[in-house]
């Protein structure tokens, strides 16, 4: 089982490569470039679980196990586009 996703900074990912590497072992390393998320460090056998077999989004959805609760009606439009009027 994974564990909770961990953040580093791109500096300590620079620094700590080896840290990083077995830290992502027990599960995703966000690595932050100025405080925002900017990779995901996983192993080669948990992105291939993540990509095996989908195709397109909606297989990756109906594959993610959080996704699985979630119930998303569209409905249908009826509304026909219109040709814009520029002045």
Not at 49 to 65: A, I, Q, R
């Amino acid at each position: 089982m994974l564990k909770p996703a961990r953040a580093i900074t791109s500096r300590e990912f620079n620094q700590r490569t080896g840290d990083a590497k077995r830290a992502a072992l027990e599960g995703p390393v966000y690595i932050t470039d100025r405080g925002r998320p900017s990779q995901v460090l996983v192993t080669y056998e948990h992105y291939s679980k993540l990509t095996e077999g989908s195709h397109n989004l909606v297989d990756m959805l109906c594959n993610t196990p959080a996704a699985g609760g979630v119930d998303l009606e569209i409905p249908p439009r009826d509304e026909v586009a219109r040709k814009a009027c520029i002045d």
